[in-house]
């Protein structure tokens, strides 16, 4: 169970991980100068496909992620590297999966892999996936939430599907340099601000909710206590 002390740690990650609703201004505010604009496009890219297939793969446990569809990162977006069987997308999220307030919204060392069922696979990865294309066009903040918010209410993303949910569960997993591999978990999308609906950051209660704004959605957050390897995660404190 969490108490308000670790809550409040948790939240603090939350705004590490680039997922907002959860305020820390002052460290979000030291580090704005480390990465002002976008890194040169190689900083992004991970130059041995087998590699980055390997590190998508490790979001969830192999009974998930071996027979996954799994996209790899190229210069002008995502594309597919290997066809999966049974409806999960692996990929490895980059800075640009923040939002865009988020002071490492460009760090090119982030390296998130996430692997989302099938409802969120056709929901809520094509706005990160819309959002990589505009990053690599060389789009600025301002132009990708005017582009992302222009497709949403124009439909031309599609709506969030209930039961739309990820793993994130890699041991190598770099989610800010601060958080770095920080602790495996699960997430939960849900449309609009919904956190109250699911008792999340009651006391005692196991959920932490982060409102998106950008993405209208709430992300629901849940400690697990393995990595996708199946070994033990640090243990979580009270």
Not at 85 to 95: P, Y
Not at 189 to 201: E, L, M, N, P, Y
Request: aromatic share 8%; hydrophobic share 45%.
């Amino acid at each position: 169970m969490l108490t308000n002390q670790f809550k409040l740690i948790g939240l603090a990650f939350l705004v590490q991980l680039g997922l907002p609703g959860a305020t820390g201004q002052a460290p979000a505010q030291a580090e704005k100068a480390a990465y002002p604009a976008m890194a040169p496009v190689d900083q992004y890219l991970i130059a041995d496909q087998k590699s980055e297939i390997a590190l998508a793969r490790s979001a969830a446990p192999a009974s998930i992620s071996d027979g996954a569809e799994v996209m790899v990162l190229g210069r002008k977006g995502f594309t597919t590297a290997v066809k999966g069987t049974n409806g999960f997308l692996c990929i490895v999220e980059r800075s640009w999966g923040a939002a865009t307030g988020e002071a490492e919204f460009w760090n090119p060392k982030i390296r998130s892999p996430i692997c989302f069922n099938s409802a969120a696979a056709r929901t809520f990865a094509p706005i990160f996936l819309m959002k990589t294309r505009l990053a690599l066009a060389g789009k600025s903040k301002t132009e990708i939430v005017a582009a992302t918010n222009s497709a949403l209410d124009k439909k031309e993303l599609p709506a969030l599907e209930p039961g739309a949910m990820c793993y994130m569960m890699s041991k190598q997993q770099y989610l800010s340099d601060r958080g770095m591999n920080w602790h495996p978990h699960v997430m939960f999308f849900v449309s609009g601000d919904a956190a109250k609906s699911w008792g999340a950051d009651k006391d005692d209660s196991p959920i932490i909710a982060a409102n998106d704004p950008e993405e209208r959605a709430t992300i629901f957050m849940v400690w697990v206590g393995n990595w996708s390897d199946g070994s033990p995660a640090p243990p979580m404190e009270h």
